[in-house]
């Protein structure tokens, strides 16, 4: 299992990015997804998640109204819009399996892969 993601950049606060996680190894509509965030000298964060039918979507409160959660089944790939950056939203952000997050703690996966980096910046 691989996930590679993609997508991160470094933006100004109110600014924009989506994200995108292309899977190998893991059917994305097949398994519990979710959005993963690790800030400096944080452990990681569980931000959102979907169901495996695609129509429960799950947002931390520090993230609900500014980010949404999709994935294209045929394209094998979960995607997080992220809209009203803020400073804090700062991190490295994963995909993963939903199963590797207890509540809003996440235990790193060496499948995650290098994750992709999100820098909020006036």
């Known amino acids: 299992v691989q996930l590679v993601t993609s997508g991160g950049g470094m933006v100004q606060p109110g600014e924009s990015l989506r994200l995108s996680c292309t899977a190998s190894g893991l059917t994305v509509s097949a398994d519990n997804m979710s959005w993963v965030r690790q800030a400096p000298g944080k452990g990681p964060e569980w931000v959102s998640g979907i169901n495996t039918g695609g129509d429960q979507t799950y947002y931390a409160d520090s993230v609900k109204g500014r980010f949404t959660i999709s994935r294209d089944g045929a394209k094998n790939t979960l995607y997080l819009q992220m809209n009203s950056l803020k400073v804090e939203d700062t991190a490295l952000y994963y995909c993963?399996?939903?199963?590797?997050?207890?509540?809003?703690?996440?235990?790193?996966?060496?499948?995650w892969g290098q994750g992709t980096q999100v820098t909020v910046s006036s």
């Open positions: 993963a399996r939903t199963k590797d997050c207890s509540g809003y703690r996440c235990y790193r996966q060496p499948y």
